[in-house]
């Protein structure tokens, strides 16, 4: 079988978040732009544990329960603080970082992204897996 060169290709233009080893989900420039997350304060998040899926739901209103702000210094990358979220979902903050495509889901009216990891793998302790009514 011949070698094949491998010639790395950036995705242009698709919008990423990152969840990073402290415990905070980050947004890359494409979706600064297209979910203009730079235009709000504050987010809701989401997880459905069947699909993996995460939802952050952007709002304007700092009273709305279970709010997470989102922190940003001058021409910096907005960051979500929200390790108790991931550590509820026991979703990991490892070492390297989780870079995950995202898209804007207009009938749930939030940022969607998946994870590549089975949900029957991520690591929860029986009082995280307690449903919240």
């Known amino acids: 079988m011949p070698l094949e060169k491998f010639i790395n290709q950036r995705l242009s233009n698709t919008a990423t978040i990152t969840i990073r080893r402290v415990g905070k989900i980050s947004f890359n420039i494409h979706a600064r ?65 989780i870079i995950l495509g995202a898209h804007w889901d207009s009938e749930k009216e939030m940022i969607m992204a998946r994870l590549s990891v089975s949900t029957d793998t991520l690591t929860r302790s029986p009082e995280q897996v307690a449903k919240v009514e």
């Open 33 to 97: 732009r297209q979910f203009r997350i730079n235009r709000t304060q504050f987010v809701t998040l989401y997880f459905d544990e069947e699909t993996g899926e995460i939802g952050i739901k952007p709002t304007t209103n700092k009273d709305e329960p279970g709010i997470f702000k989102i922190t940003q210094k001058r021409g910096g990358t907005p960051l979500i603080y929200c390790k108790s979220f991931l550590d509820r979902y026991g979703i990991p903050c490892v070492e390297k970082p």
